[in-house]
Nanobody, 115 residues
Framework: QVQLVESGGGLVQAGGSLRLSCAASGSIFSINLMGWFRQAPGKQRELVARITSGGRTNYADSVKGRFTISRDNAKNTVSLQMNTLKPEDTAVYYC?????????WGQGTQVTVSS
């Protein structure tokens, strides 16, 4: 079993920055994907950014150049640095870990960007 605990959400003005962090614990296979998804009201959950255990990253087009994902394999943590935030970034952000065919999710953290 894997547990994911997120932190770092909040309210920020447009153009501001926030940093999300997620710590994974439990039975974690060393080869995995960690990432962040988000879900805005009335919309489907969407990928924001992902990073492999080897450090390869991919981003949603809407956040490229503004968000940076990173991880610490020794600590089983993943972070998302979000800069130049826009009102359309407002959503609940979920930490995700994919490993050996299983998806694990955090409880979600609210990010609200005011205009």
């Amino acid at each position: 079993q894997v547990q994911l605990v997120e932190s770092g959400g909040g309210l920020v003005q447009a153009g501001g920055s926030l940093r999300l962090s997620c710590a994974a614990s439990g039975s974690i296979f060393s080869i995995n994907l960690m990432g962040w998804f988000r879900q805005a009201p009335g919309k489907q959950r969407e990928l924001v950014a992902r990073i492999t255990s080897g450090g390869r990253t991919n981003y949603a087009d809407s956040v490229k150049g503004r968000f940076t994902i990173s991880r610490d394999n020794a600590k089983n943590t993943v972070s998302l640095q979000m800069n130049t935030l826009k009102p359309e970034d407002t959503a609940v952000y979920y930490c995700n870990l994919w490993s050996r065919g299983y998806d694990y999710w955090g409880q979600g953290t609210q990010v609200t960007v005011s205009s």
